[in-house]
């Protein structure tokens, strides 16, 4: 019982990591694009619009299929924790699409870089360094949360 308390505790953080990774990537992409300020459930331009809108669809394209297929496979195998039922679906599929969707982010805020940006604060090089920092702090809390997962989730298997 403790070990599936710990599962659902290190899938809760890492899951908040994840998505907190994801969304700074997306503001990091934003913010290259030369789009400094947003209103949340407002008006925002045809770029931001745009950006936020595929990601939604990429979100559900992957967190749908991948947390119904975890949920099924746990359904067919007799015995699952109460953990094993709902964790795939409701926590994990969503977080594996959150850290492929902040990683494809990623690549494109490097590439945006790459290219050169608009005037303005991207030319501060303090800026930039603090934003590249910031994300890879967030991403190695991620990852290392995620291995807790995979760490916990082992600890609860049977022993052979």
Request: proline fraction near 6%; hydrophobic fraction near 60%.
């Amino acid at each position: 019982m403790m070990t599936g308390v710990i599962v659902v505790l290190a899938s809760v953080a890492a899951f908040l990591a994840a998505a907190k990774s994801h969304g700074r990537q997306l503001r990091l992409e934003r913010e290259v694009a030369g789009y400094w300020e947003v209103r949340f459930g407002g008006t925002n331009p045809p770029f931001v619009a745009a950006l936020w809108r595929r990601d939604r669809v990429r979100f559900w394209a992957i967190t749908l299929p991948l947390g119904l297929a975890w949920l099924a496979c746990r359904l067919a195998q007799p015995g699952s924790r109460w953990w094993e039922l709902w964790l795939p679906a409701v926590l994990w599929a969503p977080s594996v699409a959150f850290v492929a969707l902040g990683a494809a982010s990623l690549l494109r805020f490097g590439a945006a870089l790459r290219r050169g940006s608009p005037p303005g604060r991207l030319t501060d090089a303090a800026w930039l360094r603090r934003a590249i920092a910031g994300s890879a702090a967030w991403w190695l809390a991620t990852l290392v949360l995620i291995a807790a997962v995979g760490w916990a989730v082992r600890g609860a298997r049977p022993s052979a």
